[in-house]
């Protein structure tokens, strides 16, 4: 079973267009994360929800909402698409508590942008 | 603000031989984590080892083993009888003990590690 699952792994839109990329993990896991990786292979945060709550949310531009309905999802829409977010993005989990806990990161999604 | 410094962008080892990933990184607390992820081409994020910075023993896992020097704020990445499944990409990584804002993972730029056989 897979722990970090991310739907889908592969999407190809045209620019202007309305994208959501879907997250779900059944670790039991309270944290849970959205990280870009850019052409470069540089990782960074977007947001961070514990709870359904949100507890990071970096400069991200407002076209990206995530959104968490229970504690197991975290979803990211996008609106309209542009093509600097062509990118990977990577869902994550962790357990509660900061610090020692490992993220346990989904298989990422591909999104390019034309 | 933390941040990670890994200084090779690209490394290369024989396979059986042994390669030292470099990573440097700054921060004001005293108590943190440090981790390296393995990024194979599959895409996966696998957590390779991580260290309590309070811990003064450098961890290890199998053919992994890390050199910790807190004063010098470097955790370099010791892989022994390579293999050709250790290329990949290596990211470095930091986070705070404290949660909040400041509890995500912060990454460095990474290291291509190719093996030859």
């Known amino acids: 079973d897979t722990a970090v699952s991310q739907t889908p792994k592969y999407l190809v839109t045209q620019m202007g267009n309305d994208k959501s990329i879907k997250c779900e993990q059944n670790?039991?896991?309270?944290?849970m994360y959205w990280y870009k990786q850019d052409s470069k292979k540089f990782l960074k945060i977007m947001f961070s929800?514990?709870?359904?709550?949100?507890?990071i949310n970096e400069t991200v531009p407002n076209r990206f909402s995530p959104k968490s309905p229970d504690k197991a999802h975290l979803n990211l829409h996008i609106n309209s698409l542009e093509l600097g977010d062509s990118a990977v993005y990577f869902c994550?989990?962790?357990?509660?508590?900061?610090?020692?806990?490992?993220?346990?990161f989904g298989a990422g999604s591909r999104l390019t942008v034309l | 603000a933390q941040t990670v410094t890994q200084s090779q962008p690209e490394m290369s080892v024989q396979e059986a031989e042994t390669v030292t990933l470099s990573c440097t990184y700054d921060?004001?607390?005293?108590?943190?984590?440090l981790f390296w992820y393995k990024q194979p081409p599959s895409r996966q994020m696998i957590l390779v080892i991580r260290?309590?910075?309070?811990?003064?023993q450098n961890a290890t896992e199998n053919r992994f083993s890390v050199n910790f020097q807190k004063a010098a704020k470097s955790f370099s990445l010791k892989i022994s009888d390579s293999q050709l499944g250790d290329a990949a990409m290596y990211f470095c990584?930091?986070?705070?003990?404290?949660?909040?804002?400041?509890?995500?993972?912060?990454f460095g730029k990474g290291t291509k590690l190719s093996v030859k056989p």
């Open positions: 921060t004001s607390e005293s108590d943190y984590y």
């Open positions: 929800y514990n709870n359904k709550e949100l507890i």
């Open positions: 990584a930091y986070r705070s003990k404290y949660g909040g804002s400041q509890g995500n993972l912060i």
């Open positions: 994550a989990s962790s357990p509660r508590g900061a610090g020692a806990n490992v993220l346990t």
């Open positions: 670790l039991g896991h309270d944290t």
């Open positions: 260290q309590e910075a309070y811990k003064q």
